[in-house]
């Protein structure tokens, strides 16, 4: 079944340093992926997604994702972190609904 | 426009008893979708709903859980007989699902929070 891992549980990053948030993904196929965030609180918010194509796409709050076939990776980028980027972070794989990662917690350290 | 909408935001209720959550998807959106999200688990897929169609009921946990959509619109998510393990957020989303290159986008209510004491 198809399915992805986020294999880091909690991050810490200090303000405008780069992030990158690690997926690895599951499937045979080319895979429909996202990336979505919920600060505390809150609901689930897209970041971006990717469903063929460019390889390398842009998504809201200046974050941004590859897709590697070769590394059955979608990881999640941004060069320059903000405090209010503290959140946590889920990859996503569209299989009937959404199967989604265990979450990645991101912390921002002034 | 309205996002999706959730109600209760909370609720808590004596185990055994049985429960509704309701959802108010974006109007126009043919699919809709409810998970659980929960400390153990992580956020699970429950049940799918595509226009007319039967639903698809594979990640629903138990036959205490069973869900109908109204008119193709509001749907009902009803936990009978609850368990302390029912306690989590319960979440609904939708999506205008029309073909496989589209509509995958779903869009997330606030949640109701389900406390089973």
């Known amino acids: 079944a198809q399915s992805v891992t986020q294999p880091d549980i909690h991050i810490t990053v200090s303000e405008g340093a780069s992030l990158e948030l690690r997926c690895n993904y599951s499937?045979?196929?080319?895979?429909?992926l996202f990336w979505y965030v919920q600060s505390p609180g809150q609901g689930l918010q897209l970041l971006l997604k990717y469903f063929s194509g460019d390889t390398l796409v842009q998504g809201i709050k200046g974050f941004e994702a590859e897709f590697k076939r070769s590394q059955s990776s979608f990881n999640l980028r941004k060069p320059s972190v903000h405090w209010s980027d503290a959140a946590e972070y889920f990859c996503a794989v569209v299989t009937v609904g959404l199967s989604f990662g265990a979450g990645t917690t991101v912390t921002v350290r002034a | 426009g309205a996002g999706v909408s959730q109600s209760p935001s909370n609720k808590v209720t004596e185990k055994g008893k049985d429960v509704e959550l309701r959802c108010d998807p974006i109007s126009g959106h043919t699919a809709l979708y409810w998970y659980r999200q929960s400390l153990g688990q992580g956020l699970e897929f429950l049940i799918y709903f595509q226009g007319n169609s039967a639903p698809d009921k594979s990640g629903l946990p138990s036959d205490r859980f069973s869900a109908e959509r109204t008119g193709g619109s509001v749907s009902t998510l009803t936990i009978q007989r609850t368990q302390q393990e029912d306690s989590a957020v319960y979440l609904c989303?939708?999506?205008?699902?029309?073909?496989?290159?589209?509509?995958?986008?779903?869009?997330f209510g606030p949640g109701t929070r389900l406390t089973v004491t």
């Open positions: 989303a939708s999506s205008f699902r029309v073909t496989r290159a589209s509509g995958y986008e779903q869009y």
């Open positions: 499937y045979g196929a080319t895979p429909y």
